[in-house]
């Protein structure tokens, strides 16, 4: 089902992307950051989606329950129905649509497509990982088993490589800088890797980095799905203060910073 919700919010994401008028409808919110068609039209199309399903939504596009009701959902979606707009107003590719379904606090499910380049991540508590390339705009998967047949598992195999770390292309603070610089004294020569929106989890969910220290603002839905993907995959995401998993579904819903890693990383 989210599977699906993903790849029919990415077709709408793409309608307007490709639209040669390039009219992204852009305005800003409270904050400052930007909201665009797509956005808007992604996110009724999730919503639309998963309707069906009779849980309910948590969606950075859409009005929030307030708290009293929220701690009371025993599971809820957390949907980014866009993640990365700055990056789809730029055109660069690197944006995508993230929806995880949440427990008790932990994302067990979760979904991260890559419209542009018509990749899809996955990942289920229990089940496993995978990626899928490119799928049709107009795919729909009958159910878990299909996916599987046409999933890569992840982390996937890969070659010898130097100790990676994958970093945020406009977040880079100072605590990173210094955090990556201690990895330095570790591992020697380290090689830094660059991507945008939630892909960023995905990378080490994949094999292609190591780590991923996020030491600056970000959303449970910024995460959420790529969080379950990560550890379906074996990795584990934790506070970087004391060494907890990540909690969703909180009455502030700024998440606290966190590393992504491998296990086989030392803290």
Known sequence: MAVNAAIRAGKEIMDIYDDPAQDFGIELKADNSPLTKADRKADRAIADALKPTGICILSEESAHAPYDERRLWSRLWIVDPLDGTKEFIKKNGDFTVNIALAE???????????????????????IGA????????????????????????????????????????????????????????EHGDIATLSRGSSLKLCMVAEGKADVYPRFAPTMEWDTAAGHAIATAAGCEVTRADDGTPLLYNKEDLHNPWFIVRTKTQHR
């Open 130 to 185: 995978g990626k899928v390339d490119g799928i049709a705009s107009d795919k729909h998967f009958s159910d878990a088993t299909e996916l599987a047949a046409a999933s890569t598992p992840l982390p996937s195999d890969r070659g010898p490589r130097k100790f990676t770390v994958v970093a945020s292309r406009s977040h880079l603070s100072d605590e990173t800088r210094a955090y990556i610089d201690h990895l330095g004294t």
């Open 104 to 126: 008790g606090g932990r994302p067990i499910m979760g979904t991260i497509f890559v419209p542009a380049t018509r990749e899809l991540y996955w990942g289920a508590e229990g």
